[in-house]
C-alpha cells in the first residue's frame, strides 16, 4: 500500500488517465454526425439537449432554428426551445415556448410541465395534477398538496395525499402529510384508518403509535388514546435497548408527560 | 412447459446447435428486487416473445415455473413464495427456446444461472457485498477491476452488488447499459442481485421525477418497502434489509434533496423505523472528497454532506459510500463534520482502523452519533485523480479498483481490492466487545513447515483466546493452542498439510462467540502459485544513456555498476518509487533479477506494469515482448503506445525454469514524444508436487516428525517450537461461511 506520508505527491502528479466519455465526447460525436447529416431532425433535437446540459443555451437554440427550418410544427423544438431560453435565465421566453408545449401535445414530458408551473403560478396547480396523472411521483405530490394547503383547499390536499400514496406503494411521506392535513382541519376515521395503515407497515413503531394515540385524543377517545400510549411507551424502550437516538428519547419524554408522569 | 418437458428441453439444447433463426439474448439474466421470498429475474431478447423461468433447489430437477405471457424482447418474471436463505437454480426459456441454462459454468467453474434468497432479516448471517461506481466505460480496466475482485475472493463470491452510480457513460443511453453495464457483469450479474443509485451520467438520459428512461427501464427497485425498510413510492431511493444491515439508497443527483423534501422526509422515517445491528447508506455524491471533484464547492456534495449526513447520523448509520469522485478515499471514524468546507473536526477515531496498525474502529451496539466510516469509491473503471488529500480521510488512492464489504457478527470490514490485485486497504469497524482476526485473513500463502505469525486485535477484555485452525473451509477445526494470551499475536508452525480452503480462527475462551476467523480461505501448501518474486521487488537497474553491454541480460554478467532499487520504476506519472534518469530523455531501460530455483516448475505467470514497450529476457532468452516490433536496439524506441501503467498478464513457458540460478532481464522502452515511462513485474511459480498431506487424508509421520498424534496432541503440535508435526482431523464442527 502507498503510505499516507507519499500520498500528496501522489496525488499532484497522478495521471487523469483516460476519463470517461462525458458531454464533451458525446458532443465531438454528434458534432461529426451533425455534420455528416444536417438534415437529421434528431440529431439536432440531441445536440440541443446535449448543449443545454452542457450549459450551452445559445448553442442549443441555434441547433433549434435549424432544427425548425425542417420540421417548423415538431413540439420537439418547442419544449427543447423552452427549456434552453430557462437555462439563459429567459423565463418569459421560456413560459411562452413551453405554454406552446403544453397546449400543443396531449401527454407532455413532465419536467415541461414542471418547468411551466415553475414559472407560473397562475397555472402551477393545474400543471402538477397533469403531471401526476402521467407519472406520479413522492415530489410531485407533495408539491400539489402543498399548493393546495397554502389555497386553504385542506380537503382537496388530504384527499390528494392519500390517492397518491395508495397509487404509489403506500409511500409513508404522503400518509403521513395526510395525517397532518386530516388533523388542522380535525381528524376523522380515515385518518385513524391512514394511520392503522402506516402501522400496519411497522406495527411496533413508536412514533406512529404515538400519532394514533394522538389521533384518538382528537377522536375524543380518550381511553383507547391513553392505552396506545402505554404501548408506544414499551416500543420506545424496546426501541432504545436495540438504537437509542435523541428523536427516541424525546418520543419518550413526549409520552411520558402525556400520561401524566414526569419525564 | 411440463418438469419432464423441461428436462428434455434442456437435454436438448444442450446437444444441438441453435438454430439460425434463434431468439438471441440481447441482455442476460439478472436479477432484482430481491427479498427473503421474492426475487425478479429480468432478461431482454432480440425478439418480442413471452418468457418463461423454471427453478428449483435441484439443479437436474427444476421443478417449479413462472411465466410472463406478454410478448415483448423486455422481460421481468417476479418469483414469490420462495424460501429465506436458500439457493435456486434456474432456466429462462423464451418463445420456448432455452436461454440459459442451470448447467453453464463460469470460466472459474461457479454456476452461472443460481439466486439465493436473503437471510432473514435481523439474523447475523455472514455475508459479502461488493461495491462498485463510475465503471461503465467498456474499458478493459472495468474489467480488470471486476476480475481482481473475482481473484481476490474465489469462490466466496459477495452476495450483493451495490453501484454507486455512473455505470453506463457517456449519457446512460440504453446501448451504453447494455455494452458498459449488463454484458461486462454478465456472469455476476446472473447470481448476485444488484442495487443501484443513479448516476449523473445516467440522469442525462433517465428522469427521476418521471421514473422514465434506460435507467429505471432496466431496474426493478422496490417502492412499497418489498425487500424491507419503508415505502418510499419511488424507484430513485429506496431501502432493503439483508441479514441484520439495513441499507439506505439514495438519490443525490435528481431528486429533491432539502429538508422537508419527500426524500429526505421519507428518510428520517425509514432510518427511525429499523431494527438492524448495521445500517449502510449510499449515493452517487459522496459528502467529503477531494478526488476529481471536490465536495466543498459542489452543491450535491455540500446538499449531501449539510442535509443528509446529519440525518443518518442521528439515525445511527455506520457506513456512508459514494462514488462521482474518480478515486478511492476512505475516511476515519467520522460524527458531526457538517460544516462547509470540511476541516478536520469531526473526526472522533484518527486511528487507521485496521487491526494489524492502531486497532479496529469501535463502537457500542446501538449506538446514534458515535461515528461512521466513509467512502468514495469511484475508482470502478475511468480515469483516476485525486486533486488533494481531504482532512477527514485517512487513505486517498487515485488507482482503479472495487471495494468488498464484509459482515460478520459485530463486525464490518472494508477491502479495496485495486485492478492489479494489491489489497491497498482494509478497515474494520466493530460494535461491541470482539476479537478480529488480521493474519492470515485471506489470500495468504503459507508454505508447510514455515514458522509464521498468526495476528488479531480485540476490542474491550475479552480474557485469554483459544486458536484453531481449518483445513476444510470451517468444516472441521483443529486446536492450534488451547489458551493464550490476549496480545495479539501467535507463532505457529505451518502445519504439512495442502489445502486451499484454509481459515484461522481466534476465540476469546471463556465468550467463543466473540470469536472471529480468517475474512476468507488462504493457502497451505507446497504446490502454490508462490508469487516469489512480488511487485515492489528489489532489481538492479540502468537508466544512463549509454548501451550497457550485449550481455547485459545474462547470467554471467557484472552488474556491480548498475543500481538498485525497489519497483515502482520510471518518471512522469508521480507514483514511482524509484524515478529513473529522463534528461535527456532516451529510449531503452534495463532491469536484472537473479534468483534461484530450488524445485521442479510446472507454470510460470507474469505479470508486469509498463509503458511503453517490454521485452522479458530468461538467462538471455527471449521470454516475452510487447510493442517491440521495431527490434530491440538500445536506440531504437518502442514501436506503439501502452496506456498508461498498462497491465499484462501472461504465462511464461516453465521450461525457462529449471533448477539453479537465473536471471530476469527486462528490457523497457520509451515512445518517442511520450513523458512518462513505468516497469514493474510480479512473476508466479507453481511447483511440480507436494509432499504435504491433503486436507482431509489420514495422518501420517512427517519428515523428521513425532509420528502421527493423537487427535488431543494435534493442537500443541502445530505450536511455534514444536517438532513441525502433522494436522489431524477432524475436531471442532463450526458453521460454514455462506
Given amino acids: 500500500m502507498r503510505s499516507p506520508a507519499l500520498i500528496p505527491l501522489v496525488l499532484l502528479l497522478a495521471a487523469p488517465a483516460s476519463a470517461h466519455e462525458g458531454l464533451p465526447k458525446t458532443l465531438e460525436r454528434l458534432d461529426a454526425r451533425v455534420e455528416a447529416s444536417p438534415d437529421d431532425l434528431d440529431l439536432l433535437l440531441r445536440r440541443a439537449e446535449s448543449r443545454r446540459l ?39 421566453a421560456a413560459r411562452r415556448s413551453l405554454r406552446r408545449y403544453l397546449a400543443d401535445v396531449e401527454r407532455p414530458r413532465v419536467d415541461a410541465l414542471v418547468a411551466h408551473a415553475d414559472l407560473s403560478p397562475a397555472t402551477e396547480l393545474a400543471d402538477i395534477e397533469r403531471a401526476i396523472a402521467i407519472e406520479p411521483s413522492p415530489d410531485l405530490c407533495l408539491r400539489r398538496g402543498r399548493v393546495q394547503e397554502a389555497a386553504g383547499d385542506l380537503a382537496a390536499a388530504a384527499c390528494g395525499y392519500r390517492a397518491c400514496a395508495d397509487l404509489l406503494g403506500g409511500a409513508v411521506v404522503l400518509r403521513l402529510a395526510a395525517v397532518r392535513v386530516d388533523r388542522d382541519r380535525g381528524p376523522n376515521d380515515a385518518t385513524l384508518a391512514e394511520v ?30 391513553r392505552a396506545e400510549r402505554y404501548a408506544a411507551l414499551a416500543a420506545v424502550d424496546a426501541r432504545l435497548r436495540r438504537r437509542a437516538s435523541t428523536r427516541l428519547e424525546e418520543q419518550r419524554a413526549a409520552l411520558v408527560v402525556a400520561l401524566g408522569a414526569l419525564p | 412447459m411440463t418438469r419432464a418437458s423441461v428436462l428434455v428441453a434442456l437435454v436438448v439444447a444442450l446437444l444441438l446447435p441453435a438454430p439460425s433463426e434463434a431468439v438471441e439474448l440481447i441482455r442476460r439474466p439478472y436479477l432484482q428486487k430481491t427479498s427473503e421470498t421474492t426475487v425478479t429475474l429480468v432478461w431482454r431478447t432480440s425478439e418480442a416473445t413471452t418468457g418463461e423461468v423454471h427453478y428449483g433447489t435441484d439443479p437436474t430437477d427444476l421443478d417449479q415455473t413462472a411465466t410472463s405471457d406478454v410478448e415483448d424482447p423486455n422481460h421481468a418474471v417476479e418469483i414469490t413464495g420462495l424460501t429465506p436463505d436458500t439457493t435456486y437454480y434456474y432456466a429462462v426459456f423464451s418463445a420456448g427456446q432455452l436461454l440459459a441454462s442451470p ?32 465503471s461503465g466505460t467498456g474499458s478493459l480496466r472495468q474489467l480488470q477491476v471486476k476480475d481482481a475482485m473475482l481473484n481476490r475472493v474465489g469462490p466466496d463470491r459477495p452476495d450483493l452488488f451495490l453501484h454507486l452510480g455512473d455505470m453506463a457513460y457517456g449519457d446512460g443511453t440504453d446501448d451504453q447499459f447494455t455494452e458498459r453495464f449488463y454484458r461486462p457483469y454478465a456472469e455476476i450479474l446472473a447470481n448476485t442481485p444488484v442495487w443501484p443509485t443513479l448516476g449523473n451520467h445516467e440522469g442525462h438520459t433517465s428522469n427521476s421525477a418521471e421514473q422514465t428512461g434506460p435507467y429505471y427501464e432496466g431496474y426493478f427497485l422496490p417502492t412499497a418497502g418489498e425487500s424491507g425498510g419503508l415505502p418510499s413510492g419511488t424507484e430513485a431511493y429506496y431501502s432493503f434489509d439483508y441479514a441484520d444491515v439495513h441499507f439506505i439508497v439514495l438519490d443525490s443527483y435528481e431528486s429533491d434533496r432539502n429538508p422537508g423534501g419527500a426524500m429526505l422526509t421519507w428518510l428520517e422515517e425509514d432510518i427511525a423505523a429499523t431494527d438492524q445491528q448495521w445500517i449502510v447508506a449510499y449515493f452517487h455524491h459522496p459528502p467529503y472528497t477531494k478526488g476529481s471533484h471536490d465536495s466543498d464547492r459542489e452543491r450535491e456534495h455540500i446538499d449531501m454532506r449539510e442535509n443528509v449526513t446529519p440525518i443518518l447520523e442521528a439515525g445511527g448509520v455506520d457506513l456512508v459510500m459514494g462514488g462521482h469522485s474518480h478515486v478511492y478515499e476512505r475516511s476515519y471514524l467520522l460524527d458531526g463534520a457538517y460544516e462547509t468546507p470540511s476541516t478536520s473536526f469531526g473526526i472522533i477515531d484518527g486511528g487507521d482502523g485496521r487491526i494489524l496498525g492502531d486497532g479496529p474502529y469501535q463502537k457500542d451496539p446501538g449506538a446514534t452519533n458515535a461515528g461512521a466510516l466513509y467512502v468514495t469509491a469511484g475508482h470502478g473503471g475511468t480515469g483516476v485523480r485525486a486533486s488533494g488529500e481531504h482532512p477527514l480521510m485517512y487513505i486517498t488512492e487515485p488507482i482503479n479498483g472495487s471495494v468488498l464489504l464484509d459482515f460478520e457478527q459485530g463486525r464490518l470490514t472494508i477491502t479495496n481490492v485495486r485492478f492489479d490485485g ?46 484453531l485452525f481449518s483445513c476444510d473451509e470451517g468444516a472441521t477445526w483443529e486446536t492450534v493452542v488451547e489458551r493464550t494470551a490476549d496480545d495479539g499475536r501467535f507463532d505457529w508452525i505451518v502445519p504439512e498439510v495442502e489445502t486451499r480452503n484454509a481459515l484461522i480462527r481466534v476465540e476469546p475462551v471463556d465468550e467463543p462467540e466473540l470469536g472471529d476467523r480468517s475474512n476468507a480461505r488462504f493457502y497451505v501448501g507446497r504446490v502454490g502459485p508462490y508469487e516469489d518474486l512480488p ?14 553491454g550485449e550481455r547485459w541480460n545474462q547470467i554471467y554478467y557484472d552488474d556491480s555498476t548498475w543500481q538498485q532499487g525497489r519497483g515502482e520504476f520510471g518518471y512522469g506519472d508521480g507514483d514511482e518509487n524509484v524515478e529513473l534518469a529522463f534528461r535527456p530523455v532516451h529510449p531503452s531501460y534495463y532491469f536484472r533479477k537473479r534468483f534461484t530455483v530450488a524445485d521442479d516448475i510446472t507454470a510460470v505467470w507474469m505479470r508486469a506494469r509498463f509503458d511503453d514497450g517490454l521485452a522479458v529476457f530468461v538467462d538471455g532468452r527471449l521470454a516475452v515482448q510487447v510493442n517491440m516490433s521495431d527490434g530491440f536496439g538500445h536506440d531504437v524506441g518502442a514501436s506503439s503506445p501502452s496506456a498508461d501503467n498498462e497491465l499484462i498478464e501472461l504465462p511464461i513457458s516453465p521450461e525457462f525454469f529449471d533448477v539453479g540460478e537465473h536471471v530476469l ?57 514444536g517438532s513441525g508435526g502433522l494436522l489431524l482431523l477432524p475436531l471442532l464442527v463450526a458453521r460454514r461461511r455462506r
Fill in chain 1, 54 to 92: 452542457a450549459r450551452d443555451p445559445e448553442g442549443a437554440l441555434e441547433d433549434l432554428r435549424e432544427a425548425a427550418r425542417i420540421a417548423p410544427h415538431d413540439p420537439r423544438i418547442e419544449v427543447e426551445r423552452g427549456l434552453a431560453h430557462l437555462a439563459r435565465g429567459d423565463d418569459d
Fill in chain 2, 665 to 721: 532481464g527486462v528490457m523497457v522502452k520509451q515512445r518517442a514524444g511520450s513523458i512518462d515511462l513505468s516497469f514493474d513485474a510480479s512473476v508466479e511459480f507453481t511447483f511440480s508436487r507436494s509432499a504435504a498431506l491433503p486436507c482431509g487424508a489420514e495422518a501420517r509421520p512427517g519428515p523428521g516428525g513425532p509420528g502421527t498424534p493423537g487427535c488431543e496432541d494435534c493442537g500443541s503440535s502445530l505450536a511455534a517450537g
Fill in chain 1, 196 to 225: 392503522d395503515a402506516l402501522l400496519a407497515i411497522r406495527p411496533d413503531h413508536p412514533g406512529w403509535l404515538a400519532l394514533r394515540a394522538d389521533v384518538l385524543d382528537e377522536l375524543g377517545r380518550g381511553d383507547e388514546a
Fill in chain 2, 422 to 467: 494489491v489489497i491497498s486497504d482494509t478497515a474494520v469497524l466493530v460494535k461491541g466487545r470482539s476479537v478480529v482476526v488480521g493474519a492470515p485473513d485471506g489470500g495468504e500463502k503459507r508454505r508447510p513447515g514455515g514458522l509464521d505469525r498468526i495476528r488479531w486485535a480485540s476490542t474491550g477484555d475479552v480474557g485469554d483466546v483459544r486458536i
Fill in chain 2, 103 to 134: 448447467a453453464e459454468l463460469d470460466a472459474r467453474q461457479h454456476p452461472i444461472h443460481t439466486f439465493t434468497t436473503h437471510p432473514p432479516a435481523g439474523e447475523p448471517t455472514p455475508f459479502r457485498a461488493w461495491v462498485v461506481g463510475d
Fill in chain 2, 535 to 548: 511487485w515492489q521487488s528489489e532489481w538492479k537497474y540502468w537508466d544512463k544513456a549509454g548501451h550497457p
